[in-house]
């Protein structure tokens, strides 16, 4: 008691002499030991005596939050917001006091004082004239040159192309990137055009695993996040891989927001200015400030340089000059000066507050959060550091602190329109859809011109496969700022993900013309010069990425890329006029060339150890680009058309795969081949088959058709037999006593490597190659697919809607089998402890792993039609603890035995269409006598699925490979694949093809009908018999 007595006589001291400074630390002192209202007002009035408008308004509506009739704070609160401009709002706070006044009469001096000030003020506002007191002379920093820390670095894939985002600045500042994972970066340009640009209101920030961050994701997570990506057979993605964060390297692009309230104001003060020792020190700090303003950062510098010589411990000096430092981009010195004001006086909130957000700037997000932490533990109910936080949380991947710590962030400020469309991208990231677009919509309500959340919401609307919403959105953009790289960029990565590259070239040059230094654009220009035969573009695009100076991890690994697909598009010209079949990539290729492209590994090895393509001007030399080939014919007409067509079957419609046209030409084009030359194998068949039954009495073909019924086949990729298994027949495969002359005319191989080289030229930026292609070393190791389903706490768009059947699937396997594997590939024993019954009653990630009690894998399995009693390995379901949630997967490792064992079911699955076909059905109109051709196709799809034999594509390749076996059969598919149905995914989650079947042909069937239009087209191979001219038939103008 005595010594909070001697405490407010210390306080009446300083008042009486206007030290300001020192009452508000006795001030400080006494509020931490009780809080009592009148204290908490009258720091709010020493404040004012200091200018610290900020710091009056905070401590006001703490006040007034304790007791709402407080008339005292309403004065205070009222004269604060008018000394910063904001005379409307002091005019509402002036009118609620008033109104608790005149309702209680209590203190007469304060209800006239209040009546007063509000004649004053709607006279003035009346006038418009701006009004301040004479001796209220505010220290404050411009936030007009600050870049928040939201606006830092904030994914597809992985999917994807590059995968991108938004970047806030409008002037060119600032470039954001989504990576595949979801995780936002901005790169800033050089300090010097901060100063004259003023960014607060209009920044925008960015995804995509930008967007993809490698071409499949044309991630950006239109993305990086992305796309612009998908996770496992794209891009965004989803996308480039940006690789592990490097600290130092990315520093320079990521710059800070480390100034607080930066929402709707354009000023804030410096916390805690007012603790000065003399009142000469006090305006030496406000000089401080005042140069920090003006952007004279190296005079404030000085200035707080010259305080801290005196006392080297005061913290408002050091988190000025910290400020300073931190404008200058000297990050370490900054944090070095908040860190000091933090041990100096470990209750300075704003130090620990500053602090977090330079780290934040640095990546350093664990440290930041803890930093921020600390000071809400201060002023637990901050709404700029709940906002700082939750971004900061988003950047680190822990979406659901940074969903927490957003929305309580809006709950205490509802006009913080950068806090909405963050949480939009958090809430985006665990799967809640219809809030995320809510909270992006609301963002752009408080503001039509905010583009940081027109950013976002097309990025939202690009992982969504939406892209006529995506295009209105960044339509939008261009309005507000048509000078804006950043959208150029955008657009371009949409368009390349819809498969225009051609104008996706014209808004990549566009977006190039004002950021010429940009290596995502200039990449993604490169790949599209690459598709559409443009090698002397696209090499000089390459060339020019691989010359640019870098400054961060991601744009490494696009460097790394530029180098493999200028390899790739110099061999594609030197076969530009040759015969499609001496493009081979899997044949021509070295295999450690494909390996590390595969893996968008570092070049060095390659370099050394592969052979190079030869230089463009030879190529040039010896062979030109044909004009022919680009010239449009009544055949070419007649296929493209009917491609087109039937390509477009190949859409799934799901969130997260765009519509491709190039990609449904290209899926067209080879159904068609594929159906023609299977055609031509089976009337050969069908031809001998006559022939030989001519010379065989009916009671011998009765008695051979009767033997080999259970004879099993060993033929490894045989082409057909030529007899036919009757519908009612069992559905395992027959063999054949007698080979044709013609049997090994065409393999499943021959038939799937039709639909891969397709698949190759369509999109040559994608690595698209048969894994025992790749070197011994890499397919002995078990290089396969890998799709994430769930990435630590982020929902990936195009495959967590298989979640519950992929657990499903999991649960059954571990029920069968009563263990799991390790890491270490060692047995896991499930079956004690009531462990299978609580496995089986999981329902999430978490619940499973805390039954299992470390990472694992499982293996699915899948019934072999070939070979009774065998089953072969499946897919394997993956689930690894990651620091913020988990990493859930799945994974296809194709080792020799494994290849082996699908090898042979591929070959038996073809043997059996054949069979089915090229007996007494032969060329039926009556698709009930097909049934069991169609179901044969489908089972042979079904091992395709979960064979998995490329690195990526083989979803496409398979129901490529499903719609030409079925033209071949005089049957078309004329309906689409159901909403939410991926067909690979209904494969490798069934154990057995029947299964498979039954789910499949529910929809397929009821639309196929029987036609006869295949002998009406053009033959795809002589229409197009140059490498040439199918990039120029993928690459023409699209109906």
Known sequence: ????????????????????????????????????????CNRAFCYSQLDLHKHVIKDCDKALHLDPTLLQAYILKGRAFSSLGKKEDALLVWEQGYDYALRQSTDLKQLLELEELLKDGRQHLSHDENTTEADKSV???????????????????????????????????????????????MDYKSGSNVQKDKILDTRTNGNYDSQPTGIGNLHVKLNDNSGLHNVSDDSYSKSIDPGTYSKSNDRSEMFYGLLDEVKNDTKFPVTRIAKTKTFNVDLRLSRG??????????????????????????????????????????????????????????????????????????????????????????????????????????????????????????????????????????????????????????????????????GHLTQFYQELANPGKALECLLHVLEINNSYAKAYYVRGLLLHGMGDHRNAI??????????????????????????????????????????????????????????????????????????????????????????????RLHPKNVCEKVYR????????????????????????????????????????????????????RMAGLAAIEIAQKVTKAWRSLQTEWRHSNKSTSKQGKKTRRKDKMNMPNHNRGGACCSTNSPPEASTSYGGMEERSTIWTMMSWHDIYSVAVKWRQISEPCDPVVWVNKLSIKEFKAGFGSHTPLILGQEKVVRYFPNFQKTLKAAKEVIKTSKYAH????????????????????????????????EDFWLATWCKSTAFEGKYLEGTRITLLKMEHGFNFAIRTPCVPSRWDDFDAEMAAAWDAVSNAYCGE??????????????????????????????S???????????????????????????????????????????????????????????????????????????????????SSHYN
């Open 921 to 950: 059905v032969y060329g039926s109109s009556d698709l009930s006598v097909l049934e069991y051709v169609k179901d044969a196709i489908l089972r042979m799809t079904y091992y395709w699925y979960n064979f998995m034999p490329l």
């Open 139 to 185: 220290h404050t920093i411009q936030v007009d040159n600050v870049v928040p820390c939201e606006l830092m670095d904030a994914p597809v894939d992985n999917n994807k192309l590059l995968g991108t985002t938004f970047g806030q600045d409008l002037n060119g500042i600032s470039e954001i990137h989504k990576k595949q994972n979801g995780e936002w970066k």
């Open 822 to 853: 390790s890491k270490s590939d060692k047995k896991i024993d499930l079956s004690e402890d009531g462990k299978l019954h609580d496995i089986m009653a999981a329902e999430s990630c978490n619940d499973i792993y805390r039954i299992i009690g």
């Open 506 to 599: 014209k808004d990549l040059t566009a977006g190039l013309s004002l950021e010429s230094s940009n290596i995502e654009c200039l990449y993604l220009r490169a790949s599209c010069h690459h598709a559409i035969g443009e090698f002397k573009e696209a090499v000089k695009d390459y060339d020019n990425t691989l010359d640019l100076e870098l400054d961060s991890m991601d744009k490494f690994v696009l460097q790394c890329l530029a180098f493999y697909q200028k390899e790739i598009a110099l061999y594609t010209a030197s076969r530009i006029n040759s015969g499609l079949s001496w493009f081979d990539i899997d044949r021509d290729i070295d295999p450690l060339f494909k390996e590390y492209w595969c893996k």
């Open 1 to 40: 008691m005595a010594s909070a007595i001697s405490e407010r006589v210390e306080l009446a001291k300083f008042c009486s002499s206007r030290d300001w400074s020192k009452a508000i630390r006795v001030l400080d002192y006494l509020l931490t030991h009780s809080c009592h209202i009148q204290d908490i």
């Open 289 to 454: 400030i005042e140069q920090v303003n003006e952007g004279r950062y190296v005079h404030a510098i000085s200035i707080f340089d010259q305080i801290l010589e005196e006392y080297p411990t005061y913290p408002e000096a050091l988190i000025g000059r910290g400020t300073a430092y931190a404008f200058t981009r000297e990050l370490d010195a900054a944090i070095a000066d908040f860190t000091r004001a933090v041990k100096s006086n470990p209750s300075a909130g704003e130090a620990w507050k500053r602090r977090g957000q330079a780290r934040a700037a640095l990546g350093e997000y664990e440290l930041a959060i803890a930093d921020l932490t600390n000071a809400l533990q201060f002023e637990p109910n901050l709404a700029d550091v709940l906002h700082e936080r939750g971004i900061v949380n988003f950047k680190f991947k822990d979406f659901d602190a940074a969903v927490k710590d957003l929305s309580a962030c809006i709950k205490l400020d509802k006009d913080n329109k950068s806090a909405y469309t963050y949480l939009g991208l958090a809430l985006s990231s665990t799967g809640e859809y219809l809030r995320a677009e809510e909270a992006h919509k609301k963002s752009i309500q408080l503001d039509k011109k905010f583009l940081e959340a027109w």
């Open 613 to 664: 393509q030869p230089p463009l001007r030879d190529s040039l030399k010896k062979v030109k680009l044909r004009k022919q080939d680009f010239n449009m014919t009544k055949q070419k007409s007649t296929l493209l058309e009917a491609a087109d067509s039937i390509g477009k079957r190949i859409q799934y419609s799901c969130p997260g795969f765009l519509p491709n046209r190039r990609q449904h």
């Open 952 to 1034: 990526r594509g083989s979803a496409v390749v398979g129901f490529t490979v499903l719609l030409g076996l079925f033209l071949a059969a005089n049957m078309e598919f004329n309906g689409s694949i159901p909403e939410g149905v991926q067909v690979d995914w209904e494969a490798i989650l069934n154990f057995e093809p029947n299964t498979f079947v039954d789910s499949v042909k529910t929809w397929l069937y009821p639309n196929l009908k029987h036609t006869n239009s295949l002998k009406d087209y053009p033959d795809v191979a002589s229409t197009f018999e140059t490498t040439g001219s199918v990039i120029a038939a993928l």
